[in-house]
């Protein structure tokens, strides 16, 4: 089950045109399996409805009246206990204001006075109000006392403005969720290194040697060490996707650039996943100048790449770092006997192997199937998203570093 599943969520949706992007955050935080209470303001209501957020969230949601309705006076009290995660998204001027100041006046607002979970805040307002001395003070007010403030953006504004006030987009702000429950997690502390992508190797400025990985899989390792609140630095190589919040991103093009970077940052790893696709082959000699197709069909001499884990393994040796190294194989046949080799060649602790050849597991898809090699044996998972893949791959990091304390 997913780390995610069943943690409670508040989100307090204020009076900004920004709110009906909030809908759409409630949603997202209800498809990863988080509870979400929704407590709308007396303004949010004039741009959205509880029931607009009733209907995505599955859970009822909250306005004022119901602070002096059947649950009595303690509404807000209960609420702001269950929340492991208060999220104010839009945060208007005047609710920034009046959070800075413990004004506590409706429901929203008394319940953050009253709990004792941390704060996010997602300030939307017409540019002028975000720069207004009042405004600059009162979030920083806010930012000293730990409350985690994401945006404003800058763009076009409801007012026709170009300036700074939209509201950070409701996938973004759904990462700065994920990073903060993350808090709590058992990798806290830990530093996980993820290799993702395949690898370019120049053929001359234009042309490149590359492969066919998409980078899902390691994406979503990643994405799944910040949920368990590991540092994480992502070792990318060019991808269409964008990066989890809360991973340091280093992106490189070739395999050569990819080990520079793996070791230098496997030295401080407690964890490393190799998922990357890296080229094992690259042009001996890359032409400073275009190839000109006139000269006729080029002949590409090639050198063998470095292997990565083999220079990380020479590094653990002295260094004792990465604590735990995983290995992925993909593979066309012979997949178990192919992986367990794999696994004693390359000196890693897990071997996270898949069979390209199926369909729904291997390249661009977002499902993936795999077995789980390592010296005792091994694991045969189901078919299910790479985000589970990736889950599922940290629960046994999770456990072989438990092992080692
Ligand atoms: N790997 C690496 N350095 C390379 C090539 C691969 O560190 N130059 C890593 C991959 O990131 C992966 C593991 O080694 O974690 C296995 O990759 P794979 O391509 O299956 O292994 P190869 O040794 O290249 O074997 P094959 O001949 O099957 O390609």
Redo the contacts with the bound molecule.
Sequence with gaps: MSVLAGKRVLLGVTGSIASYKAVELASTLTQLGLEVDVVLTRGARQFVSALTFQSVTGQRAYVDEDLWGAEGHVLHIGLGKAAELIVVAPATANTLAKLASGTADNLLTLTALASEAPLLVAPAMDGGMFEHPATQVNLALLKERGVEIVGPESGHLASGLEAIGRMTEPARLAGHVRKLLGRSGPLVGQTVVV?AGGTQEAIDPVRVIANRSSGKQGYALAQAAIDLGAEVVLVSGPTALVSSVGAQLVSVTS?RE??AE?VKAARKADAL????????FRPTRAAKEKIKRVEGAPKVALT?????????SEGRKKFGKPRVV??????SENLLE?AAG?LR??D?DL??ANDISAAAAGFEVDTNQVVLVDAGGHEELPLMSKAEVGERVLARVVEMLEKLK
Excluded: C, R, Y
């Design positions: 290799s395999g990819m080990k793996v996943l190799m998922a990357a696709a890296v080229a094992d063998a790449n470095p292997d990565i884990l083999e220079a990380v995983v290995g992925f194989a993909a593979e192919n794999k060649a390359k890693v071997m996270v």
